[in-house]
């Protein structure tokens, strides 16, 4: 039997023009199982949207510099809270692959920032979920490389908290090599949301991480990716994140409908059906510490 997972919509589809709870009520209209809190965003008073949060992107600035950091930390809170009210039980952030600095001193930044954002997000029984970051143009835009594996990038988040976690994403897969053991090597409850994108066939130097394509539009293997999530029981959400603007262009709806059918279409090709409720879906929200 196949796995049934449901399929979230991300706020990039819709150009960032839909706050919550807008989105959410979008993403009920068309058939989406859930919808994704944008890091920025306004919270409103009304939390409940139609459909719950699958994921939010995590409201601290952990990747600049430290006074940026300091200053959006107390957003957490609210954030947190507001998520906690509309069933979020994960929080992401993708980390650049490269740095102004040595390693093991950006390393040493992100440990002490993000292991205060776990303090407050432990607060709402939200784990946090680190991701690589693939493009080889990302990967040359500053002088040092920093972590873009996932096994490495798991390491970095034990290190900070032990409910840390990953998100699996096609899109980064991919532009790592496709390699399987990039998705092998990682423990099942550590994988806590999957975000899926089409890739161009185009050379490594050409590829823009802001210009992605929807899923079944490129060249990605995806029943390769779909099976090996499979292999290690995933059962949350699959979300629809493709930045691109042949859909900002488009109004929200159009840009939604035309990612769910692209989206439920190639996860269907591949053996599995999204759900439009999230209610077989199994909730990270525990792991061994």
Not at 120 to 139: K, Q
Not at 160 to 181: E, K, T
Not at 227 to 234: M, P, R
Request: proline residues 7%; charged residues 25%; contains cysteine.
């Amino acid at each position: 039997m196949p796995i049934q997972q449901p399929l979230s919509l991300h706020p990039c589809i819709v150009g960032w023009r839909l706050p919550w709870p807008a989105l959410a009520e979008l993403a009920a209209k068309i058939g989406y199982g859930g919808a994704v809190i944008a890091r920025e965003q306004v919270l409103p008073a009304a939390a409940r949207g139609r459909v719950p949060a699958t994921a939010m992107q995590l409201a601290a600035e952990v990747r600049r510099d430290e006074a940026t950091f300091l200053s959006s930390l107390p957003r957490l809170h609210s954030a947190g809270r507001f998520a906690d009210e509309v069933g979020c039980r994960v929080a992401y952030v993708g980390l650049s692959p490269s740095s102004e600095q040595p390693r093991d001193i950006q390393a040493a930044i992100y440990r002490e920032r993000l292991r205060r954002c776990c303090e407050i997000l432990d607060e709402y029984s939200i784990r946090l979920a680190l991701e690589c970051i693939t493009p080889l143009h990302m990967r040359k835009a500053h002088p040092y490389e920093f972590i873009w594996r996932n096994a490495e990038m798991l390491d970095l988040g034990l290190a900070v908290s032990p409910r840390c976690g990953l998100v699996i994403d096609s899109w980064h897969w991919h532009h790592a090599g496709a390699d399987p053991d990039w998705i092998r090597t990682i423990p099942a409850e550590r994988i806590l949301d999957v975000h899926i994108a089409d890739s161009p066939a185009a050379l490594p130097e050409d590829i823009r991480d802001s210009e992605r394509l929807l899923p079944g539009e490129g060249v990605l293997n995806f029943r390769t990716f779909f099976d090996l999530l499979e292999e290690k029981e995933y059962r949350g959400a699959y979300t629809a994140e493709v930045f691109s603007s042949r859909l900002s262009a488009m109004d929200p709806e159009s840009a939604a409908r035309l990612a769910f059918e692209a989206a439920t279409a190639t996860v269907r090709n591949c053996g599995r059906r999204p759900l439009a409720s999230t209610g077989s879906a199994t909730a990270p929200d525990s792991a061994e510490a």
